[in-house]
């Protein structure tokens, strides 16, 4: 074990040294110095996990130089792997072994690393998985620096609106942690409808945010803009719930002619109590011992849109085993109407969060064959609570300004 360390760390080492743009080239050196590896390559999840797209070392004789062709995601080896996030080996006719291992860091799949080479015994095995995992880490640190990352998970062509609106979400789509595990997605329309989601999780608290800034295109765009903006800015201050929904509104109202729906969650990491203010937006969904339903709480107006009373926090215990979803309206309107988002929650309850999100997106994608009119956006969050402090109490609690 003490010498598999030091090839880690000899390997973490080469890869700060390369440009950030050759990880897999880093990698691939690595496994073919200690296993003889004969091809090497990364396969990128595209933005929307319908698609994936390889990139082969340098020096493969199966690269292309340049991103291959993307190819379906769907029922394909890769999607195994992906969804179990178990390795998989396969004996090939021509000889010698191909082996296929998820990249993933914290819960957020990246995509898979394939190797090709002669033999893999059990531990060449586990050394190849545990490359896998340090490339997730480097290329979570590289993509900061170069655009290649970014560029293999375009599939099609970006639009202005939908650059923008992809610059607001979150780096990574999921994350998990000894209490929780979170996964969103967001499938956008034809013509950006403004949806946004966001998270963080500080040392006692998780941070959850989905807004839905009214419009299309860049309008909307630039509409979510500001209010994400508004929204971080007092989260990194420090701010409560009802701070940043305050801020939010008030940015909308002094800097925009708009107005947007969110719902805001901060849910204590001790007790499982979340506070949350909801600003016009959806109900949340929520499972609990086998039964899907709408969590009812009061809805305040949407942020930008003048009213006589300000925002207001509720509070709603969780307790362990729920698990919590978070909709925009792009996925129960119009066509998304026809999906029955509370059956297909119940039906994918033993599912990862991360594949709930698959679920629940490609449904609705199909339901509106594949031309959306508005953003489809939703948020996972399975609680599971913490050994040292009691479940919290069922339901909505007072509301307080």
């Not at 064959?369 to 489809?376: M, N, P, V």
């Not at 609680?383 to 069922?394: H, I, L, Q």
Request: hydrophobic share 40%; net charge negative; charged share 25%.
């Amino acid at each position: 074990m003490e010498n598999a360390d030091v090839e880690l760390g000899e390997l973490l080492t080469a890869a700060e040294a390369a440009p950030p743009g050759e990880s897999v080239d880093v990698v691939a050196r690595d496994l073919q110095k200690r296993f003889g590896a004969e091809q090497v390559s990364f396969l990128f999840v595209d933005l929307v996990g319908q698609q994936l797209v390889r990139l082969a070392a340098t020096g493969d004789s199966n690269g292309t130089g340049d991103r291959a062709e993307p190819f379906a995601l769907r029922g394909s080896v890769y999607d195994e792997v992906l969804r179990s996030q178990h390795q998989f080996v396969e004996q090939l006719d021509q000889g010698g072994q191909r082996v296929i291992t998820p990249v993933t860091n914290r819960g957020d799949c990246l995509g898979v690393l394939e190797v090709t080479l002669q033999h893999a015994d059990e531990v060449t095995l586990r050394q190849i998985g545990e490359a896998a995992h340090v490339l997730a880490y480097i290329i979570v640190t590289d993509r900061r620096f170069t655009d290649l990352y970014h560029l293999g998970r375009r599939t099609t062509r970006t639009s202005l609106a939908a650059e923008i609106q992809h610059q607001l979400l979150p780096s990574a789509s999921c994350c998990e942690a000894a209490q929780f595990t979170l996964a969103a997605g967001l499938v956008p329309a034809d013509d950006i409808g403004g949806d946004t989601y966001d998270y963080s999780l500080d040392h006692d608290t998780l941070h959850l945010s989905i807004t839905d800034a009214m419009g299309h295109d860049t309008d909307s765009a630039l509409l979510a803009t500001l209010l994400v903006g508004a929204l971080r800015r007092a989260r990194r201050s420090g701010c409560d719930t009802l701070k940043q929904a305050s801020e939010a509104h008030q940015a909308l109202l002094r800097h925009a002619r708009g107005l947007a729906t969110g719902l805001l969650l901060c849910v204590d990491l001790e007790t499982g109590v979340c506070e949350l203010v909801n600003a016009g937006h959806p109900w949340p969904l929520r499972l609990r011992d086998g039964a899907v339903e709408e969590v009812r709480l009061a809805v305040n107006l949407p942020f930008g849109v003048a009213a006589p009373t300000p925002y207001r926090v509720q509070e709603l215990g969780l307790r362990p085993g729920d698990r919590l979803v978070l909709v925009t309206d792009g996925m129960q309107d119009r066509g998304a109407a026809a999906v029955d988002l509370a059956a297909l929650i119940r039906d994918t309850r033993a599912l990862h969060p991360r594949e709930t999100v698959r679920v629940l997106t490609a449904a609705v994608l199909d339901a509106c064959r594949g031309q959306l009119s508005d953003d489809a956006t939703v948020m996972v969050l399975d609680w599971y609570g913490t050994r040292r402090a009691e479940p919290s109490a069922d339901g909505a609690g007072s509301a307080r300004r």
